[in-house]
């Protein structure tokens, strides 16, 4: 399973800083990624991070406003989203996938452990 938090409510502009810790599986096995869902929306892929060489990818929506980082000896990764905007209210989630890499975009490509964190962001 995994745990996420760090979620909140924070003003547009402001930062916040969402971990994601594993247990019960071999965490360094697998890419990991975020993923975000906003009400009446389709599951978003919003980062992932290779298991081995740290190679992230972002949704172009966040370029240049997340990073995804991992840490594999805590079992955890980060996500930093700074200058957030009311566009990026939504629950998020991280999410394993299988093999070296990450797999695309896709949210059928890959496992939901948890029960995400809430983020929302006042105008």
């Known amino acids: 399973q995994v745990v996420e938090s760090g979620g909140g409510l924070v003003q547009a502009g402001g930062s916040l800083r969402l971990s994601c810790t594993a247990s019960?599986?071999?965490?360094?096995?697998?890419?990991m990624a975020w993923f975000r869902q906003a009400p009446g929306k389709e599951r978003e892929r919003v980062s992932c991070i290779n298991r081995a060489d740290m190679v992230t990818y972002y949704a172009d929506s966040v370029k240049g406003r997340f990073i995804m980082s991992r840490d594999n000896a805590k079992n955890t990764v980060y996500l930093q989203m700074n200058n957030l905007k009311p566009e990026d209210t939504a629950m998020y989630y991280c999410a394993t996938a299988r093999g070296s890499y990450c797999p695309g975009a896709s949210a059928d490509r890959y496992d939901f452990r948890g029960q995400g964190t809430q983020v929302t962001v006042s105008s």
């Open positions: 019960g599986f071999r965490f360094d096995d697998y890419p």
